[in-house]
Nanobody
Framework: VQLQASGGGLVQAGGSLRLSCVAS????????MAWFRQGPGVEREFVAS????????LYADSVKGRFRISRDNAKDTVVLEMNSLKPEDTAVYYC???????????????WGQGTQVTVSS
């Protein structure tokens, strides 16, 4: 599975951004997609995930109520809508795919390139 992420950028605190991740190749080998993020000097952390089959979603506590993950099965695309952004949301955001959803980054096999999100105060 190949993953292509896009949509990062610079935004002021309180603003919004929309990240997209398009999957291609053997997409039948994955049932879940996720977004992780990694700031400087910290471990990659789970943000949100969604399953292709039933749309089950998981969110990190830090983003609940502000971020929304959705999938478009016809386009093999997952979107992360980020609202009420805070400076602490600044990180490189990565999309990931695998057979099952988990909040642990080591449980994801396929990774896209990162996209930078910077939130200024």
């Amino acid at each position: 599975v190949q993953l292509q992420a896009s949509g990062g950028g610079l935004v002021q605190a309180g603003g919004s951004l929309r990240l997209s991740c398009v999957a291609s190749g053997r997409t039948d080998t994955s049932n879940a997609m996720a977004w992780f993020r990694q700031g400087p000097g910290v471990e990659r952390e789970f943000v949100a995930s969604v399953t292709w089959r039933d749309g089950r979603t998981l969110y990190a506590d830090s983003v609940k109520g502000r971020f929304r993950i959705s999938r478009d099965n016809a386009k093999d695309t997952v979107v992360l809508e980020m609202n009420s952004l805070k400076p602490e949301d600044t990180a490189v955001y990565y999309c990931a795919a695998d057979l099952e959803d988990t909040t642990q980054y080591r449980g994801w096999f396929y990774w896209g390139q990162g996209t930078q999100v910077t939130v200024s105060s």
